[in-house]
């Protein structure tokens, strides 16, 4: 999933070669973030090309070549909770109700099983993408010590319906 120093190097200078291969490195973490505020598919892949748009247009800004995978991770979740205000506020409540009744959300789609959308979101950053707590921390806006108590509890049910 990370782009060697030299490839975030030359995303930050502009090269579109190291922008395609930063696009698709990161393509399945940033769309799991995304994954984690948006109601369906379709808006996580409206969000997922905008992140990337708006990173493309200020990645002259990164601090250093080892700053590009918090920046991308960071991007991908501020534009989703960007996306999750304005749709939130433009959504009759009735119609949000059958679109979560309805279709899964992106992140249950990936992780289907009986754990909630926190757990899920920890499960899928730790176990999926081998994030660090202090990383998983930051995504999810919690204190390190939640995000491992969740991923302990998320441990518990998955042992459970495995074990039946």
């Not at 973490?29 to 969000?47: C, P, Q, R, S």
Request: proline share 4%; glycine share 2%.
């Amino acid at each position: 999933m990370n782009v060697s120093l030299q490839t975030a190097s030359r995303f930050i200078q502009g090269d579109e070669d190291a922008a395609s291969e930063v696009y698709r490195a990161y393509r399945k973490l940033l769309y799991f973030i995304i994954a984690n505020y948006v109601l369906t598919k379709e808006d996580a892949d409206d969000v997922y090309q905008e992140t990337f748009v708006r990173v493309l247009s200020e990645r002259a800004g990164i601090s250093s070549p080892s700053a590009l995978h918090s920046y991308l991770c960071l991007s991908a979740r501020n534009c989703a909770i960007d996306f999750a205000k304005k749709k939130d506020e433009n959504l009759d409540p009735e119609i949000e109700e059958s679109l979560s009744e309805d279709e899964p959300t992106p992140l249950e789609s990936l992780l289907p099983l009986n754990l909630s959308r926190e757990e899920k979101a920890v499960v899928g950053y730790r176990i999926g993408f081998d994030l660090n707590w202090k990383e998983i921390s930051t995504l999810t806006s919690t204190p390190i010590s939640t995000a491992k108590l969740r991923y302990v509890e998320a441990k518990k049910k998955i042992k459970e319906v495995y074990s039946k």
